[in-house]
């Protein structure tokens, strides 16, 4: 019988589960599409094309990783390095006296500016030549010396250079003159520049490292045989790659492409999940509420309690799997567009593809099947436990007040929250974002358990307010006292849009704002020499200098560090000051707190700390910090200076000396210059402007700078605002329409009384206008809790609201609220009172 309720239910009354099936829709798309990239960062790999003539390849792990305990059991946490990890160059002569290997190549890329006659070039020793394949070969000429270069014949050609040539090359080491010795043939190179290994080594910028080492068996050695010898030399000082393990050693932005791609589909596919599980289960247990005369007249006739169980499962099992398979494609779907954008911003490398496999789809269809089962369980329990007799006279009237379970949970969630929001303001940097990041599922969840409460009571105190705008003001007052519970619902939803979406887009403003101030009152340099290529050449800031006009000339090279906070890997961006650290304030004004800048580089291990990452170390002046340079290379420098001004300019200052051996090239990004007194600023820009690979700006040179760090992180926010306030939005509009059409007799014995349509439409006004309002209070409080500690941690300040954002989140809940109960109350005016109080609900 249940089956045949159950069928009967979806088939004559579709219109009761076209909301159901609008929120299962989406929220299965939300779900797939967080899944998708979860799977993607998991699986991701590259196949190898440099090395794939390189049956082994030993590198260094690309990754720092400690050891957590957790419990009893013991977890590795890694965070990738911010630039390439090398390994030692001795390793070399250790494999190559192994009996398995017939040779074993060092390997070391870096880049070269365009000149006047060459595009920009990878660098490269001489011993590199042929690692890609047997094509690579000299084709002319002979290898280089100490002075001298090979070119790949394709620049040569185009360049009109020849074997014998003179050619002035600009690395990281240094820039110099270089005969051209010989041309050689490259099969997918592109354009590259072969030295002695020696020069090689040292124009690299990291002297004795190298990248890699391509390891070439003898006959007969297995791929297996050949990498279990090689793994037993290099024990812990590199890792041994096999298979498409070496595409990884090819693009070391792969790990940190994974660890992007892992945190957008599991920390907020985790939100996402949880949000689109509470949007199913609202909108279920509302669609189920409805019906309660339904099941009322079920009990009356003499249904049991497991029947009517039994019927709202077969329904679920009949709507549930269809909608959420229905979600998948546009899951899909947003899923690509998702993952192409962040190839676009190069977030992720162009060759990766989307893993688009079954289990995020089994995910996303079990995930709505089991919210709509769960909800539609819930919502029947008290229409199933109802006495036959009494069933139909109580499903007449809404209950007095929630059940007291449903209450006792509200309060503990509710109390969760404020207790976590009070521990998170406590707290300092990082650890404050932490804590606060539950905060706002601990409130959501709280104001979905209480929310008839919270009607009652924004019925309460807004009820004056409305009965001063005459009969539909009246109208709308006495109704929101008296259906708490069906206002809720529409409140909920809203509550939704606002702390979430609030929320994402408060924090990045208060972000960019932030560092907009930094950068204006930290940057006080007069000019601000920035690279036309990658990078400045070595010598910029002295030659700077010694421009006529200029007082203090200081090079920053930007890198980054790891560090462990609360048992987390976390990254911060770091300058490398180059020049007298004491001469820093001339161009920089960073609000120093305590200590001096001028200690800095009086010893190769010293650094000044940002308050937020002074605080996330607990550390003050004289203190040793313990991090990982950008390679992965373990340090622990003394503290000199704490300052304030940190985001958007940097969060640390280490001496260039310390930092340069560990970058991935070893340019500096800008030069910073401060005229003398009484200089002319026009024609110090100008000296400024002849120093080869420069381009002179002001501030906004820095800034631009400091905008593309944070753009991508900007974006991701506002992406998942959209994704997630998008899928609240329609779930609210989906919710509201719900409650709407829902109150057709009501709307029929209002009219028939002699209420005219111009004051249902007045009434029905009021009511969303108090759903926004009730919605935008709660939700403004529950994202202020969570954004007060977060932006405190992140930004070091106060949120920032700007009017451009929140003028245009009010404006469009209102709206929102208007516009889905305004066109299904006018569906509604157009049939007759009678006809409309007749029809079937």
């Given at each position: ?158 360049a009109h250079l020849a074997p014998g040539a003179s050619l002035a090359l600009t690395a990281p080491g240094g820039t110099a003159n ?417 200590g001096t800048l001028a200690d800095l580089g009086r010893a190769p291990d010293t650094i000044a700390l940002s308050a937020t990452l002074a605080d996330a170390f607990g550390a003050e002046v004289g203190d040793r910090v313990p991090l990982w ?213």
């Amino acid at each position: 019988m249940t089956n045949g309720l159950a069928r009967s239910s979806v088939r004559f009354r579709p219109a009761s589960f076209v909301g159901t099936l609008v929120a299962l829709v989406l929220g299965a798309a939300v779900v797939a599409a967080c899944g998708v990239l979860l799977q993607t960062g998991l699986t991701a790999s590259l196949t190898p094309a440099r090395y794939a003539h390189a049956p082994v390849v030993v590198a260094a792990d690309q990754a720092v990783k400690i050891q957590k305990k957790v419990a009893d059991d013991v977890e590795t946490v890694e965070q990738a390095t911010p630039e390439r990890a090398r390994t030692d160059a001795a390793l070399v002569g250790r494999l190559a006296a192994l009996p398995g290997v017939a040779a074993a190549r060092p390997d070391t890329a870096f880049p070269l500016p365009a000149t006047g006659r060459t595009p920009a070039l990878t660098g490269r020793g001489i011993a590199a030549l042929g690692i890609a394949g047997p094509g690579d070969t000299l084709v002319e000429g002979r290898a280089p010396g100490a002075n001298e270069v090979v070119l790949d014949a394709e620049t040569a050609r185009a360049a009109h250079l020849a074997p014998g040539a003179s050619l002035a090359l600009t690395a990281p080491g240094g820039t110099a003159n270089y005969r051209v010795s010989g041309l050689a043939a490259v099969q997918q190179a592109g354009p590259t520049a072969w030295f002695a290994d020696a020069t090689a080594d040292r124009l690299s910028g990291h002297p004795g490292r190298v990248d890699a080492i391509a390891v070439q068996p003898r006959e007969g050695v297995t791929a297996a045989a050949l990498a279990a010898q090689v793994r037993q030399a290099v024990g812990g000082d590199a890792r041994t790659f096999t298979g498409d393990g070496r595409g990884t050693v090819e693009h070391p932005a792969l790990g940190g492409a994974r660890t992007m791609l892992m945190a957008l589909g599991g920390t907020f596919g985790g939100y996402a999940t949880m949000t689109a599980v509470f949007v199913v289960m609202s909108t279920v247990a509302l669609a189920t509420g409805q019906r309660a005369r339904e099941f009322a007249l079920l009990r009356a006739i003499g249904a049991t309690p497991r029947q009517i169980r039994r019927t709202i499962a077969a329904e679920a099992m009949l709507v549930a799997p269809l909608a959420a398979a229905l979600g998948i494609l546009p899951g899909l779907a947003l899923a690509r567009w998702w993952f192409g954008q962040l190839v676009e911003r190069g977030a992720v490398p162009a060759d990766i593809r989307l893993d688009v496999g079954p289990l995020p789809m089994i995910a996303a269809v079990l995930a709505c099947t089991l919210a709509a089962l769960t909800a539609g369980f819930l919502a029947a329990r008290r229409p199933s436990r109802m006495r036959a007799a009494q069933a139909l006279g109580e499903a007449s009237v809404e209950p007095p007040r929630p059940g007291r379970v449903r209450t006792v949970l509200g309060l503990l969630f509710a109390a969760g929250g404020c207790t976590a929001a009070g521990v998170a303001s406590a707290l300092d940097g990082d650890k404050a974002a932490q804590v606060a990041l539950g905060v706002v599922m601990c409130l959501m969840v709280a104001v979905a358990l209480l929310g008839p409460w919270l009607a009652r009571a924004a019925a309460v105190v807004l009820g004056a307010p409305l009965r001063a705008g005459g009969a539909p003001g009246s109208l709308a007052a006495d109704n929101a006292r008296a259906n708490a519970r069906r206002l809720a619902s529409a409140i909920t939803p809203i509550v939704l849009v606002t702390a979430f979406c609030g929320t994402l887009l408060i924090l990045q403003s208060t972000v960019r704002h932030t560092t907009g101030e930094n950068v204006r009152a930290g940057v006080t340099a007069d000019h601000v020499i920035g690279a036309t290529g990658p990078g400045l050449p070595a010598g910029t800031a002295e030659r700077a200098a010694r421009v006529p006009g200029v007082d203090t000339a200081v090079g920053l090279l930007r890198t980054g560090v790891v560090y462990e906070n609360a048992g987390q890997l976390g990254s911060a961006p770091v300058l490398g000051v180059d020049g007298d650290p004491a001469r820093l304030p001339k161009v920089l004004d960073l609000g120093v707190r305590s200590g001096t800048l001028a200690d800095l580089g009086r010893a190769p291990d010293t650094i000044a700390l940002s308050a937020t990452l002074a605080d996330a170390f607990g550390a003050e002046v004289g203190d040793r910090v313990p991090l990982w340079l950008g390679d992965g290379t373990a340090a622990r420098p003394a503290v000199v200076a704490v300052y304030d001004r940190g985001l958007g300019v940097g969060q640390a200052l280490l001496p260039r000396d310390a930092v340069a051996a560990h970058v991935t090239a070893g340019y500096d990004s800008q030069v910073l210059v401060a005229d003398a007194p009484g200089a002319d600023r026009a024609a110090v820009a100008a000296g400024l402007g002849g120093l080869a690979g420069a381009a002179v700006t002001d501030r906004a040179g820095f800034v631009a700078q400091s905008d593309k760090d944070l753009e991508l992180s900007g974006w991701a926010n506002t992406v998942m605002a959209a994704v997630l306030g998008g899928f609240a939005a329609v779930s609210a509009a989906n919710t509201l329409v719900m409650t709407v059409l829902d109150r057709r007799r009501e709307v029929a014995l209002l009219r028939l009384a002699g209420t005219t349509r111009r004051q249902v439409r007045g009434m029905m006004r009021w009511e969303a206008l108090l759903v926004a309002s009730t919605g935008l209070a709660v939700g403004t409080a529950i994202a202020g809790a969570t954004l007060v500690p977060v932006a405190r941690g992140v930004a070091n300040s106060a949120p920032y609201v700007p009017p451009t954002l929140a003028l245009p989140l009010v404006g469009g809940v209102v709206l929102l609220c208007l516009a889905a109960t305004g066109v299904p109350v006018r569906a509604l005016l157009r049939t007759r009172p009678a006809a409309l109080g007749a029809a079937r609900q």
